[in-house]
């Protein structure tokens, strides 16, 4: 059992309480998982006027709506961090699929692609009342696209310099980071420091940057060593997205890459990766 917390991943413990206190909504005997990286405990979550009220043994609690999740699990609502919901959020604003799996928040704007203006983006979201939250990125093949087209460049001083402040600009409109899709036109045609410049821009206003890497073959190690260099340069979390290596003859390198997360890790590096599941036929 699945219940949208008001803060996602963080529970207001104030679960002592052993008085018969009376609430809307009372999920009992549950295995709880509080987001925190601790154990899952069993216990019971009260719910008043929509928010977590107390969370813990609540034995003498009583509530309008008592639901017994034995056997169940109570966590928070998931994250999904690379989603290309991309104009399907305009269609279906309840995002059945996402409640369905206990997805309460997701991040768009994903491999290098997102809506230029973020603050129309929003407002868009705003005015169809989507069920869950959404964030965005703001990507930057739709940057380098904006000021430059599909040329095969570098890009001018001038040009980069404009490139920053439409970083900046979806920043403060609210972007949460900088996506790249290196294996894409345009992205494919800019080099690691035009990236690194932009991460900058992100970087100032505590963006994350979030790449589909250049290449996921015969160069893999190369490419994951990029996007921990942008990171390192640009002094910013790093998210390596659908992390793998594709083609037979790459087969079992993930055993290279993800040492390269993990040294960057131990370095101090802020370095994540996410992947997605896949069916062999």
Same mark, same amino acid.
């Given at each position: 059992? /699945?219940? #949208?917390?008001?803060?996602?991943?963080?529970?207001?413990?104030?679960? $002592?309480?052993?008085?018969?206190?009376?609430?809307?909504?009372?999920?009992?005997?549950?295995?709880?998982?509080?987001?925190?990286?601790?154990?899952?405990?069993?216990?019971?979550?009260?719910?008043?006027?929509? $928010?977590?009220?107390?969370?813990?043994?609540?034995?003498?609690?009583?509530?309008?709506?008592?639901?017994?999740?034995?056997?169940?699990? @109570?966590?928070?609502?998931?994250?999904?961090?690379?989603?290309? =919901?991309?104009?399907?959020?305009?269609?279906?604003?309840?995002?059945?699929?996402?409640?369905?799996?206990?997805? +309460? +928040?997701?991040?768009?704007?994903?491999?290098?692609?997102?809506?230029? *203006?973020?603050?129309?983006?929003?407002?868009?979201?705003?005015? @169809?009342?989507?069920? =869950? *939250?959404?964030?965005?990125? =703001?990507?930057?093949?739709?940057?380098? #696209?904006? &000021?430059?087209?599909?040329?095969?460049?570098?890009? %001018?001083?001038?040009?980069?310099?404009?490139?920053?402040?439409?970083?900046? $600009?979806?920043?403060?409109?609210?972007?949460?980071? /900088?996506? %790249?899709?290196?294996?894409?036109?345009?992205?494919?045609?800019? $080099?690691?420091?035009?990236?690194?410049?932009?991460?900058?821009?992100?970087?100032?206003?505590?963006? &994350?940057?979030?790449?589909?890497?250049?290449?996921?073959?015969? *160069?893999?190690?190369?490419?994951?060593?990029?996007?921990?260099?942008?990171? #390192?340069?640009?002094?910013?979390?790093?998210? =390596?997205?659908?992390?793998?290596? +594709?083609?037979?003859?790459?087969?079992?390198?993930?055993?290279?890459?993800?040492?390269? &997360?993990?040294?960057?890790?131990?370095?101090?590096?802020? @370095?994540?990766?996410?992947?997605?599941?896949?069916?062999?036929?």
């Amino acid at each position: 059992m /699945l219940l #949208r917390f008001t803060c996602l991943l963080t529970f207001v413990f104030m679960a $002592k309480t052993s008085l018969a206190q009376s609430y809307d909504i009372l999920i009992k005997n549950g295995r709880i998982i509080d987001g925190t990286g601790n154990s899952w405990y069993y216990g019971d979550v009260a719910v008043q006027a929509g $928010k977590i009220a107390a969370i813990g043994k609540l034995d003498r609690a009583k509530a309008k709506r008592i639901i017994d999740a034995t056997g169940l699990v @109570v966590a928070p609502g998931f994250i999904d961090v690379h989603t290309h =919901i991309e104009g399907n959020e305009m269609v279906t604003p309840t995002a059945d699929n996402f409640i369905h799996d206990g997805v +309460t +928040t997701v991040v768009t704007g994903n491999c290098g692609g997102s809506s230029l *203006n973020m603050t129309k983006y929003f407002a868009r979201l705003d005015s @169809v009342k989507t069920s =869950i *939250n959404v964030a965005s990125l =703001i990507g930057h093949n739709t940057i380098r #696209r904006a &000021v430059m087209g599909d040329a095969q460049r570098d890009p %001018t001083a001038e040009e980069l310099a404009q490139m920053e402040e439409l970083v900046e $600009k979806a920043m403060q409109d609210g972007a949460v980071g /900088l996506s %790249t899709g290196l294996i894409y036109v345009p992205g494919t045609y800019s $080099k690691t420091p035009e990236v690194v410049a932009l991460a900058k821009a992100a970087a100032k206003h505590g963006g &994350v940057y979030a790449s589909h890497i250049r290449d996921e073959g015969d *160069n893999v190690t190369e490419a994951v060593s990029e996007a921990i260099a942008i990171g #390192r340069a640009a002094n910013m979390p790093v998210e =390596i997205s659908h992390f793998k290596v +594709t083609y037979k003859p790459n087969w079992g390198r993930s055993v290279e890459t993800l040492a390269l &997360v993990d040294n960057a890790r131990k370095e101090g590096l802020d @370095v994540t990766v996410d992947q997605y599941p896949s069916l062999r036929r």
